[in-house]
């Protein structure tokens, strides 16, 4: 990444991170041919709802607490659901083509299970944490 500038941090690792990269520059590359009326509207939204998704599980997993992570993947999660919504009405305007469809799709299907899931793991492990220290024996300080 950056010609190798800047060294990799945990969270560009994540397949959720990479593919939310590939979702994000797919659109950029796509609604950046479209004319202006569906650029400043249709497109400025999903480019930013889709920028959005790698963005927060970047942000969350610089913020230093499992909650905090947690909250960033869920916004991420919000801003992927966004990004269905701007692609069908691209769709139902006619910005897209079956090409565009058939491969954002793969992306998106690929995508939604697997950052479900993470939510999932990084929640359960908060949950497996949270109910670890409420087990541990109290000290005096306590």
Known sequence: MFGGYIPETN???????????????????????WERLPQNTVGTQLVRAADSIGANIAEGSGRGSEKDYLRFLRISRGSLYETKHWLRLAFTRD????????????????????????????????????????????????
């Not at 058939?102 to 950052?115: G, H, Q, S, W, Y």
């Open 95 to 142: 910005l897209l083509t079956m090409e565009n469809v058939e491969e954002l799709r793969a992306i998106v299907d690929e995508l939604t299970p697997k950052l479900n899931s993470y939510i999932r793991v990084v929640g359960n492990k908060k949950a497996a944490k949270a109910r670890y220290e409420d087990q541990r024996p109290k000290t005096e300080d306590q």
């Open 11 to 33: 969270f560009e690792k994540l397949d959720i991170y990479k593919l939310s990269e590939r979702l994000s520059s797919l659109i950029w590359r796509i609604a950046v041919k």
